[in-house]
């Protein structure tokens, strides 16, 4: 089955918002304006050359980075106004993030790395052990629990990433090329374990990569080019009305 032909989202209301984002880094322009809407549920790619801010984009979306003008709201929260602490709780629990190369602790196990957001929310050990054990199970990495980043393949450690994102039951997952690290075959697992994951949870996910075979598991692609977003084709009046509206 084409993964596009999956249940696509029909919400119209926004689970986070972003308008008119700039942001600089010295005299270098990561962003220059970019709008953004991400809806509940649904899988958004985002696509663009080496430079052209993706990774920005999501570190704004995900408040990690606070943008220099525009803004991300989030249920009508204005993200590029909280405060630190408030930005760490919801990246403990609303929000998971997912990097190429997983950035897992190397000194703990799996299980204890997937078990790591509950037991920072205030989950007890037991419980927060057992729900892990079952995310390792889901990504088909249960037989490596007891394993340290070292010891696992980079697919087994990114499947145990996704694990640990998707474990406080987040309503948005940003994945900041999941796939980059792996060769096709383990890049295309990790691939469905996630779409499969999302769907079951009806978790949104946005997805940055510059490959267009992981791009095409995504209900919707945009892309980055100048540091502004463009239309996919199957999305062109509504990123239209977008730019409009930042």
């Not at 990774?55 to 003008?69: K, N, Q, Y």
């Not at 405060?83 to 993030?97: I, M, N, P, Q, Y």
Request: charged share 20%; aromatic share 4%.
């Amino acid at each position: 089955m084409n993964p596009r032909d999956e249940q696509h989202p029909t919400a119209a209301t926004a689970l986070i918002s972003a308008r008119g984002l700039k942001k600089s880094y010295g005299r270098t322009e990561a962003l220059r304006g970019a709008s953004l809407d991400l809806r509940p549920g649904e899988i958004l790619a985002v696509t663009g050359a080496s430079g052209s801010g993706k990774s920005t984009l999501l570190h704004c979306l995900a408040g990690i980075v606070r943008p220099d003008a525009g803004s991300v709201a989030y249920g009508g929260e204005r993200l590029d106004q909280a405060a630190e602490t408030r930005l760490s709780a919801l990246r403990r629990g609303d929000f998971g993030v997912v990097f190429q190369f997983g950035q897992l602790i190397p000194e703990l196990t799996a299980l204890d790395n997937v078990a790591l957001p509950l037991l920072l929310s205030g989950t007890g050990r037991r419980p927060a052990e057992h729900q892990a054990g079952e995310w390792l199970e889901r990504f088909g990495v249960r037989g490596q629990a007891d394993l340290r980043p070292g010891e696992m393949s980079g697919g087994q450690g990114q499947r145990v990433a996704l694990a640990r994102a998707l474990v406080t039951g987040p309503r948005a997952v940003f994945a900041d090329e999941p796939t980059g690290a792996l060769d096709s075959l383990a890049g295309e697992q990790v691939m469905t374990a996630l779409v499969h994951a999302a769907r079951e949870s009806a978790t949104a996910i946005l997805l940055i990569t510059h490959d267009a075979q992981i791009a095409a598991y995504a209900d919707r692609e945009v892309w980055l080019r100048d540091g502004a977003v463009h239309a996919g084709s199957d999305d062109a009046a509504g990123q239209e009305a977008v730019r409009h509206e930042g």
